[in-house]
């Protein structure tokens, strides 16, 4: 059931996070409380890809960068992504994580798929958001603007195979900034 108010990341939900990462689902989306007016400042920004590996100790400054290089000024953007960076790296007892952040026109995986990685953590902030199916049916779901998509990958031990996603098409002249966090 959707809530009528998102929560902010702050609010992030240890358990249910716990949860999906101790047993046989292989997606949980979380929603949250949107963060919608970055429109200008994603409209103003560099179609491109900001892809690193971040430590505890450098996550404020890989966000920073990353931000710099998508040529997006917003301090509450920043704090935003470093809160779900560190909060992920808790929740996953890590010391470091995979984190990428772009902005793009067009739709870089268009084909359904499963990842190979333990668990991947995907929120658009701006423009259509990730897509996904149960296998073996034909439905298509939308994750939320500002969501939080957790997605098994083949290497998680509990990963069943049962959901595939992809990135949206965006539509002509639109921009799309996406968050992926994973180890």
Same mark, same amino acid.
């Given at each position: 059931?959707?809530?009528? +108010? #998102?929560?902010?990341?702050?609010?992030?939900? +240890?358990?249910?996070?716990?949860?999906?990462? *101790?047993?046989? $689902?292989?997606?949980? @989306?979380?929603?949250?409380?949107?963060?919608?007016?970055?429109?200008?400042?994603?409209?103003?920004?560099? @179609?491109?890809?900001? /892809?690193?590996?971040?430590?505890?100790? *450098?996550?404020?400054?890989?966000?920073?960068?990353? /931000?710099?290089?998508?040529?997006?000024?917003?301090?509450?953007?920043?704090?935003? #992504?470093?809160?779900?960076?560190?909060?992920?790296?808790?929740?996953?007892?890590?010391?470091?994580?995979?984190?990428?952040?772009? #902005?793009?026109?067009?739709?870089?995986?268009?084909?359904?798929?499963?990842?190979?990685?333990?668990?991947?953590?995907? +929120?658009?902030?701006?423009?259509?958001?990730?897509?996904?199916?149960?296998?073996?049916?034909?439905?298509?779901?939308? $994750?939320?603007?500002?969501?939080?998509?957790?997605?098994?990958? =083949?290497? =998680?031990?509990?990963?069943?195979?049962?959901?595939?996603?992809?990135?949206?098409?965006?539509?002509?002249?639109?921009?799309?900034?996406?968050? $992926? #966090?994973?180890?």
């Amino acid at each position: 059931m959707r809530s009528a +108010t #998102i929560e902010p990341i702050t609010a992030w939900d +240890t358990s249910a996070v716990a949860k999906f990462a *101790n047993g046989s $689902a292989d997606v949980l @989306v979380l929603e949250r409380r949107l963060l919608d007016h970055f429109g200008p400042a994603v409209q103003a920004g560099r @179609v491109h890809e900001y /892809l690193t590996r971040v430590r505890r100790r *450098n996550v404020a400054f890989e966000v920073r960068a990353g /931000l710099s290089e998508l040529q997006i000024k917003s301090r509450e953007l920043a704090a935003d #992504i470093a809160s779900l960076l560190t909060t992920f790296l808790d929740q996953f007892d890590l010391e470091e994580a995979k984190l990428r952040v772009e #902005i793009t026109r067009t739709q870089p995986c268009p084909n359904f798929h499963c990842d190979n990685v333990h668990v991947r953590l995907v +929120t658009t902030y701006f423009g259509p958001t990730t897509e996904y199916q149960y296998t073996g049916e034909s439905t298509t779901h939308v $994750a939320p603007l500002c969501g939080l998509v957790f997605l098994k990958g =083949h290497r =998680h031990t509990t990963h069943g195979d049962t959901v595939h996603h992809r990135s949206p098409e965006v539509p002509a002249g639109e921009k799309r900034l996406c968050v $992926a #966090i994973d180890y």
